[in-house]
């Protein structure tokens, strides 16, 4: 069974920087994708920003040029970086991970970690 796991969220500032991290374990074979998604109270989850090995690096566009991902795929891990934070990116953070493992491919998912901007 695949699971992720988050790590790194809580409370920070305006203006602030937290880092995520999230590690994928289990039998996995391929990791063709891995992201971060939020949801605030009330709202959707959207996506924040994915990497993958065909389509490269995406992000939202409130989060361009504060926040970046990257991987490492020896560890099957991936970060956040987020820089410059703000009241509204306060939210639940899930990762995503889009995996070939021994029983299927497709999305798994974190527990998801909180992250709180305020003063």
């Known amino acids: 069974q695949v699971q992720l796991v988050e790590s790194g969220g809580g409370l920070v500032q305006p203006g602030g920087s937290l880092r995520l991290s999230c590690v994928a374990s289990?039998?996995?074979?391929?990791?063709?994708?891995m992201g971060w998604y939020r949801q605030a109270p009330g709202k959707q989850r959207e996506m924040v920003a994915t990497?993958?090995?065909?389509?490269?690096?995406k992000y939202q566009d409130s989060v361009k040029g504060r926040f970046t991902i990257s991987r490492d795929n020896a560890k099957n891990t991936v970060y956040l970086q987020m820089n410059s934070l703000k009241p509204e990116d306060t939210a639940v953070y899930y990762c995503?991970?889009?995996?070939?493992?021994?029983?299927?491919?497709?999305?798994?998912w974190g527990q998801g970690t909180q992250v709180t901007v305020s003063s």
């Open positions: 995503d991970g889009y995996i070939r493992s021994n029983q299927r491919t497709g999305d798994y």
């Open positions: 289990g039998i996995i074979y391929n990791v063709y994708a």
């Open positions: 990497n993958s090995n065909g389509a490269g690096t």
